[in-house]
Structure formats: C-alpha cells, structure tokens
C-alpha cells in the first residue's frame, strides 16, 4: 500500500478528524509502552502456577492472567513495547534505503531508472508475510529476523512514492534553474528534491507502520517472530487460541490492542493525507 502524492499544504489548515482520532490512538499506544519501561504491575514473564486463569477484574490482576499464570495486563503493557519497537526499526530501515533508491531512479536517465524500479517490484512481488517467514525459516525465530524481513517487505513502497514525487520535482523552474547553474545532482537530491517530498515520506512512514504492527503480529503467531519470553501480542493471541471458547479474553485482549493500534496508524496517515492535499478533501 503507497500513499498518494500530494502537493504542499495550505498554510493554516485545520487538521481534520481522521488525523486527531489517529494521532490520540497512536499516542496512547506509544504512551502504553513508555509506561511500560517504567512501570508493570507484575513481572510480565513470571508464571505463577497458583494463579491460573484468573478472570477478568481480579483484585490482583486486573486483565486476568493465562493459562501460565502470567499477568495479561503486564504482558500487554510490554508487548506495546516490543510492536513498536519493530515497527520504528522496520520502518526507518524501509525509508532509509527506500527513499534514496526512489530519488536515484527518479533523477537518473530513463534506463538506469527503469532498472531499479524493475529490481524494486521483483521485492515488491513478495508478500511481507511470506518473506518474513522464509527468512524466519532460513535465520531462526528473532525480534531481528522480523524487524529485516518487514523493512524489506515495505522498502518497495518507499521508493515508488519517492520516485513520484522525484520525477515530479525535476521538472520543477527552480530544479531547472540549478542545473543550469552547474549543481550537481547529490546537491540537488538534498537540498531541492528531498525537502519537497519529505511530507510525503511521513504520510507513507505511518501507513507502513500499520502493516509493520500487523506482520509483526502475524509472525509472533505463526513463531517467527519476537521469541519467548519476551511478551508480544501475536503471541498472546497464538497461545489464547487454544482457550478461545473457556476463556475469550485471551484473545480479545490483545487483538483489541492490535486492532487499535493499525486503525491508529491508518487514520494517522489518510488524516496525514488530507491535511497536507487540501484538494483530496473538496474531492470528497
């Protein structure tokens, strides 16, 4: 999924609702697990034989525990952490190597450009599911696995929209202007091309952060992702499943937790969209 390309915003735009509503679900997520660094109720790996599947609303555990005896509110707390930590790393790499591949094609001669973007959807091709279980199968189950089988999974989306708005900048007066005057394209890269399509990176920054939360997920359940015991929400889901009828909450607990996180994200980046493309909204 890659953002559409929109121009500079309009000065003193309100942002909409979809940018509030994403912008408060985000932050309470990130708010979750900072808390988490500093804070938990209980140790989130401990298990306590004695205290097994305890309901929801328990004196001592608020969320219940699981069938370890593990706290389920400690375990969310720090599987908020553990998502977005792969989610931020998997990202950055993706914008890092994505972006300059997307400004190289875009401003190199036809053919040379052609050539990287041909390379791009032979990576484009691969579902990030199952890129990042072949590398979890060749590499081993790891936090790292996951976070370089997502970043390479979305580093396709990065370049394309980089490219667009490359390809649209070059034909620009001023980029024709400073080739006139003898700037070479390193320094046109920098200091016209990539300060124009910078919002443009952002808006794709946090639409792929959303299919980083749920790749991220859906390895933690398959077991290529964040090993045990080191808490994260696909695997609470994968080890609620067993129990899904006795005890629902499981399940529900954490897929509310990544449902909200994705609609977070989602609704950052279409709000992103729309604050900075005023015509998107008179579309509409």
């Known amino acids: 999924m890659t953002a559409t390309a929109p121009p500079a915003r309009a000065a003193g735009r309100r942002p909409g609702p979809n940018l509030i509503a994403g912008a408060v679900l985000v932050g309470l997520v990130v708010i979750i697990a900072l808390l988490s660094f500093v804070w938990t109720p209980h140790d989130p790996t401990f298990v306590d034989g004695g205290a097994r599947l305890r309901p929801l609303f328990d004196p001592v555990y608020p969320l219940g525990t699981d069938k370890f005896?593990?706290?389920?509110?400690?375990?969310?707390?720090?599987?908020?952490?553990?998502?977005?930590?792969?989610?931020?790393v998997a990202v950055g790499v993706a914008a890092l190597l994505g972006t300059p591949v997307g400004i190289a094609a875009g401003m190199t001669d036809r053919w040379p450009g052609e050539l990287l973007m041909r390379v791009n959807d032979v990576i484009f091709a691969f579902p990030a599911l199952l890129l990042a279980i072949m590398f979890g199968a060749v590499f081993g189950p790891s936090t790292l696995t996951a976070m370089i089988a997502i970043g390479i999974a979305t580093l396709p989306a990065f370049a394309r929209v980089a490219r667009g708005q490359t390809l649209q900048v070059m034909r620009t007066e001023y980029v024709l202007a400073a080739r006139a005057a003898g700037r070479r394209g390193p320094a046109i890269a920098v200091r016209h091309v990539l300060p124009n399509i910078a919002s443009m990176i952002i808006v794709q920054a946090s639409v792929s952060f959303a299919i980083a939360?749920?790749?991220?997920?859906?390895?933690?359940?398959?077991?290529?992702?964040?090993?045990?015991?080191?808490?994260s929400w696909g695997r609470m889901l994968s080890e609620g499943q067993e129990l899904l009828f006795g005890e629902p909450r499981l399940t529900l607990v954490p897929g509310l937790a990544i449902a909200v996180a994705v609609l977070g994200f989602n609704l950052l980046g279409d709000g992103l969209r729309d604050w900075l493309d005023p015509r998107l909204e008179e579309v509409r």
């Open 69 to 88: 005896g593990r706290d389920v509110f400690s375990q969310l707390l720090v599987g908020a952490r553990t998502t977005l930590f792969v989610g931020i």
């Open 213 to 231: 939360i749920l790749a991220e997920a859906a390895l933690s359940f398959l077991g290529f992702g964040t090993p045990p015991p080191t808490p």
